[in-house]
């Protein structure tokens, strides 16, 4: 697990790939998560991405774990956000809503992400924080 970015972490932003990861048994990614949510630090995941990674199942209880937890925010794909998502699409020329939407998401919340893609996190935003995965 590598990080760019700020040095104080003021929360966590859960890519597609974290999920996976987690759901995979990463010793890393748990021990994040597990640090995450003893220390109260916010975890939001954008709906898109629980879409992206959901397939139900017993292999998903670590997931289910995760986004059933009360300090975990799942981030709603509302008209207001969809509106800035498409138009951070247009000025990056990103065609990744679900990407666009983590990016927007992170940075108007402070938070660093958690990805296993950050070629192309940044090339939404550049100066993103990114943990690794």
Do not use: F, Y
């Not at 932003?13 to 990614?29: K, P, Q, V, Y």
């Not at 199942?57 to 289910?64: H, K, M, S, W």
């Not at 938070?111 to 950050?118: F, G, R």
Request: with cysteine; net charge neutral.
């Amino acid at each position: 697990m590598t990080a760019t970015g700020r040095k104080s972490v003021k929360g966590l932003t859960l890519d597609t790939g974290a999920l996976l990861a987690l759901e995979r048994g990463d010793s890393r990614i748990r021990a994040l998560l597990r640090r995450a949510l003893e220390t109260g630090l916010p975890l939001s995941v954008p709906a898109g991405v629980v879409a992206q990674a959901w397939r139900g199942g017993p292999r998903q209880a670590r997931v289910a774990r995760l986004l059933a937890d009360p300090s975990v925010h799942v981030a709603p794909l509302d008209d207001m956000t969809a509106r800035a998502v498409g138009l951070l699409c247009g000025r990056s020329g990103h065609r990744d809503i679900i990407d666009v939407h983590i990016a927007l998401l992170a940075e108007e919340q402070g938070h660093t992400v958690v990805t296993s893609d950050p070629e192309d996190l940044s090339a939404v935003h550049p100066d993103l924080p990114l943990i690794t995965v």
